[in-house]
C-alpha cells in the first residue's frame, strides 16, 4: 500500500529537528560505505534489519544515519545508484532511501534498475526529493514503484515513524517467512515420514502376499460361522472351486458327508478357542470327486478368525491304502504257503522215511543175489544186480539227505556257546575217510573262537563245506583247504577256501537251493542237498552265509554267526 504523502508533516519544524551537515564526504565515493561494526553484510541473527541509504552527498547521508541510528537497525550507505545496485546483489533491503537527484544514475534510474531485479523488486522505496522537485518527481516516483516520499529538509519523526513501518514490515514478514518454512518444513518431514511407513507397510504386505499366493499349501481365513474369506491360489489348484465359489457357500457345505460331523466338531473346538492340532478330512472337488486334506487351524477369538492350513494328501491316503491292501494280501499269501510248506514238509518228511524201507529191502536183496547165487548168475544178471544195489545206495543217500533237510526246517534248534575248533576237530576226524582217500591238506587256523549255534547243526553245516572243498578238486590236484575265522562286530566269520573248480558267478547264488547241482554226479557225486541243508541250518541259527570265487580259482565259503561271550579257560 502506498502511503500518503503529508506534505505538512514532511517539514522541519523545530531547530532540534534539523540535522546540522557536519560530515565530511568519504575518501573513496566509490567504495561501498560499511555499517557501523560490520562488513556491509547484513547480521540475520542479530534481529537487525538492513536500512539502504543512497545519496552522493556524505553530509546528507549522515543526517539520515542520525536521525535513523536510534531505530538500532544496520543502516548501509551508497553513494550512488550503482553502489546501491551492487548491494542489493549482496543482501537484503527492508526498506531503501533513495535520494532523488544524483549525478550519473540519478535516483529514479536507480529505482527502475531495482525493480527490474527479482530479489528486490518488492523492496520498499522511499524517494528523498526537495520541496522544489516535488510536484514531477512525485508522479514520476510512482510511476517506478516508489512506496512513499520524503521531502528535504526532511523531518526527523516523520522519516523515523515511516522507515520504523517498513522495518517492522519487513521483520514481520520475515517472520511469517520463517514460520512458513517451518511449517513446511515440518509439513514434510511429516510427510516423509507417512510415506515411508506407507511403503514399509506396502512392502511387508507385499511380501506377506507373496507367501501367501505362492504357497504350494492351502492357506486360508475363515470366520466364526465356518464361511472362508480369503484363501490363496492352492485352493483353486487342489479342489477346483475359485475363491469367489469357496467364499459364497459355507465351508462345511464342501465336506465328505462321512467327515461332516468330524469337521463340524473342530470348527467348535476351535470358536472355543482350541487349536487344530491335525486333523483329516475330505472335500470335493468341483468335478464330483473327493480329496484327501490333512488340516491344521488356530483360532483367534477376539478377531473371530480362524487361520487354516491344509494340504493335498490324497496320493499319500491312496499309496497307504494300496499298501494296507498289498500287505493284507501278503500277509494271506504268506499264510497259504506256510500251510502248503507245512504241508510239503511232513510229505516230502514221510515219504522220504517211508520210502528208506522198500529201497533197504530191495538193496538186501540184491546183495543177497550177489553172495548167494552168485555162482547161478550169468555175467548180465550179475551186472544188473551190481546196478541195483549202486543205485539203492545212491537212493538211500538222497533219502536221508532229504530227511537232515526236512528235520532241519521242522526241528527246533536249541542255541548255545559252540567252540568253533572243537566242532573243526570233530568234523575232520569224522571226514577223515574222504580227507584221505582224496590225500587233502586241511589247515586250520586256530584260535576260532566261539559263537552262538545248535552243536549238531553246525556239525553237518561245517561237514558238508569241508566235503565239497575236497569233492569239488580236479582229480590231478592235490586239494589245500584253509579254515580261519575273521572278527565282525558281534560275529565270528568262518572262511573255508579251496583250491577247487571255482564257480561262476552267475550260479554262486543257485546253488544254496534244493538239488542244485553244477556237474553230473559221474564227475562228481552228490544228491545237491548239502549247501541248501547249509543255508537252511545257518539261516534258522539267526546267521549269515555266502561264497566268492572265480571259475577255476577256487572258492571260499563263509557263514557268519552271532559271537558268544564266555569265559575261556
Ligand atoms: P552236492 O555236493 O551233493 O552236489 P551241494 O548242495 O553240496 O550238492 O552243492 C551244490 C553244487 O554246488 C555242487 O553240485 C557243485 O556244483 C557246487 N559246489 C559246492 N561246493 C563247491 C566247491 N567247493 N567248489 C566248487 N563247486 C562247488
Not at 269 to 277: D, I, M, P, Q, S
Not at 365 to 391: C, H, M, W
Request: one cysteine or more; a negative charge.
Amino acid at each position: 500500500m502506498v502511503a500518503p504523502i503529508d506534505k505538512t508533516r514532511n517539514c522541519l519544524r523545530t531547530p532540534d529537528d534539523i540535522i546540522a551537515a557536519r560530515v565530511s564526504p568519504p575518501a573513496d565515493k566509490g567504495e561501498v560505505a560499511a555499517k557501523p561494526g560490520s562488513d556491509g553484510e547484513s547480521a540475520p541473527d542479530s534481529g537487525k534489519v538492513n536500512i539502504l541509504m543512497v545519496d552522493d552527498r556524505a553530509d546528507k547521508l549522515l543526517a539520515l544515519e542520525a536521525v535513523l541510528s536510534s531505530l538500532g537497525q544496520n543502516l548501509i550507505k551508497a553513494y550512488s545508484g550503482k553502489e546501491a545496485l551492487k548491494l542489493l546483489l549482496k543482501q537484503e533491503f527492508a526498506v531503501i532511501l533513495l535520494d532523488v537527484s544524483m549525478p550519473v544514475m540519478d535516483g529514479f534510474e536507480t529505482a527502475a534498475m531495482i525493480r527490474q531485479r527479482a530479489n528486490s523488486e518488492h523492496t520498499p522505496i522511499i524517494f528523498v526529493t526537495s520541496h522544489n522537485d516535488s510536484e514531477n518527481h512525485i508522479a514520476r516516483g510512482y510511476s517506478l514503484g516508489a512506496v512513499d516520499y520524503i521531502l528535504s529538509p526532511i523531518v526527523p519523526g516523520v522519516l523515523k515513524s515511516k522507515v520504523s513501518v517498513f522495518v517492522e514490515l519487513f521483520k514481520q514478514t520475515e517472520k511469517i517467512k520463517q514460520q512458513a518454512e517451518q511449517l513446511r518444513r515440518m509439513e514434510e518431514a511429516q510427510h516423509q515420514r507417512r510415506l515411508s511407513e506407507a511403503v514399509d507397510r506396502l512392502e511387508a504386505e507385499t511380501k506377506r502376499n507373496r507367501f501367501f499366493t505362492l504357497a504350494l499349501d492351502m492357506l486360508a481365513i475363515a470366520n466364526f460361522e465356518g464361511y472362508i474369506l480369503q484363501c490363496n491360489p492352492a485352493w483353486e489348484k487342489v479342489l477346483g472351486h475359485s475363491e469367489a465359489e469357496f467364499r459364497a457357500r459355507p465351508g462345511l457345505d464342501f465336506s465328505h458327508p462321512e467327515d461332516q460331523a468330524d469337521f463340524a466338531a473342530e470348527l467348535r473346538k476351535l470358536r472355543e478357542g482350541l487349536e487344530t492340532t491335525y486333523f483329516e478330512g475330505r472335500c470335493q472337488h468341483k468335478d464330483g470327486s473327493y480329496r484327501w486334506l490333512g488340516w491344521t487351524a488356530v483360532p483367534f477369538p477376539a478377531e473371530r478368525l480362524i487361520y487354516i492350513f491344509a494340504r493335498d494328501i490324497t496320493a499319500q491316503k491312496q499309496t497307504a491304502e494300496q499298501i494296507l491292501r498289498l500287505n493284507q494280501e501278503l500277509q494271506r499269501r504268506v499264510a497259504d504257503l506256510t500251510e502248503v510248506n507245512v504241508e510239503l514238509e511232513a510229505f516230502n518228511y514221510s515219504i522220504s522215511h517211508d520210502l528208506r524201507a522198500p529201497v533197504r529191502s530191495m538193496q538186501g536183496f540184491a546183495r543177497a543175489l550177489l553172495e548167494d547165487e552168485e555162482t547161478q548168475l550169468s555175467p548180465d544178471g550179475k551186472s544188473y544186480a551190481e546196478r541195483i544195489v549202486n543205485s539203492g545206495s545212491y537212493m538211500d543217500t538222497l533219502l536221508q539227505d532229504l530227511l537232515e533237510y526236512s528235520r532241519l526246517t521242522r526241528a527246533e534248534l536249541k542255541l548255545s556257546p559252540v567252540n568253533l575248533d572243537k566242532v573243526l576237530k570233530e568234523v575232520l576226524t569224522h571226514n577223515c575217510r574222504e580227507i584221505q582217500e582224496r590225500n587233502a591238506r586241511v589247515e586250520v587256523q586256530p584260535p576260532l573262537g566261539w559263537v552262538v549255534a545248535h552243536p549238531a547243526t553246525l556239525n553237518q553245516i561245517i561237514a558238508n563245506l569241508i566235503g565239497n572243498a575236497v569233492k569239488f578238486v580236479a582229480s590231478d590236484r592235490q586239494p589245500h583247504v584253509q579254515v580261519r575265522a575273521e572278527p565282525s562286530p558281534g560275529c565270528i566269520r568262518l572262511l573255508m577256501k579251496d583250491n577247487g573248480i571255482g564257480i561262476a558267478p552267475a550260479h554262486q547264488k543257485k546253488i544254496f537251493g534244493l538239488f542244485e547241482r553244477l556237474h553230473s554226479s559221474t564227475a562228481y557225486p552228490g544228491t545237491g542237498i548239502g549247501l541248501a541243508i547249509v543255508r537252511k541250518g545257518t539261516e534258522r541259527m539267526g546267521g549269515r552265509l555266502g561264497v566268492e570265487s572265480k571259475l577255476g580259482e577256487g572258492s571260499c565259503f563263509w557263514i557268519e554267526l552271532a559271537k558268544a561271550q564266555v569265559d575261556e579257560p
